[in-house]
Nanobody
Framework: VQLQASGGGLVQAGGSLRLSCAAS????????VGWFRQAPGQDREFVGR????????YYADSVLGRFTISRNNAANTVYLQMNSLKPEDTAIYYC??????????????WGQGTQVTVSS
């Protein structure tokens, strides 16, 4: 599976961005897709995930109520809608996929990351 994350950019605090994670080589609909982020000097952090079966979602407390993950199976793409962005959301955002829910380090396939910068 190859993943391509896109949609990052520079936005003011309070603004919104939508990230995309497009897959090739495998159909994502049966896979768990997670979003993660890594700020300079910090460990990679779990943001949220969406299950393949049923599409249920789960979010880190830091983004709950502001970020929403959705998927378009026809486009083989998963989205991360980010609203009410804060400067502390600044990071490189990655998508990853795996057949089952696993710890962050155990996700098998990773995209290349897209930079999100939130100015105050």
């Amino acid at each position: 599976v190859q993943l391509q994350a896109s949609g990052g950019g520079l936005v003011q605090a309070g603004g919104s961005l939508r990230l995309s994670c497009a897959a090739s080589g495998r159909t994502l609909s049966s896979y768990v897709v997670g979003w993660f982020r890594q700020a300079p000097g910090q460990d990679r952090e779990f943001v949220g995930r969406i299950r393949g079966s049923g599409g249920s979602t789960y979010y880190a407390d830091s983004v709950l109520g502001r970020f929403t993950i959705s998927r378009n199976n026809a486009a083989n793409t998963v989205y991360l809608q980010m609203n009410s962005l804060k400067p502390e959301d600044t990071a490189i955002y990655y998508c990853a996929t795996n057949l089952m829910i696993v710890p962050t380090s155990a996700y098998r396939y990773w995209g290349q990351g897209t930079q999100v910068t939130v100015s105050s």
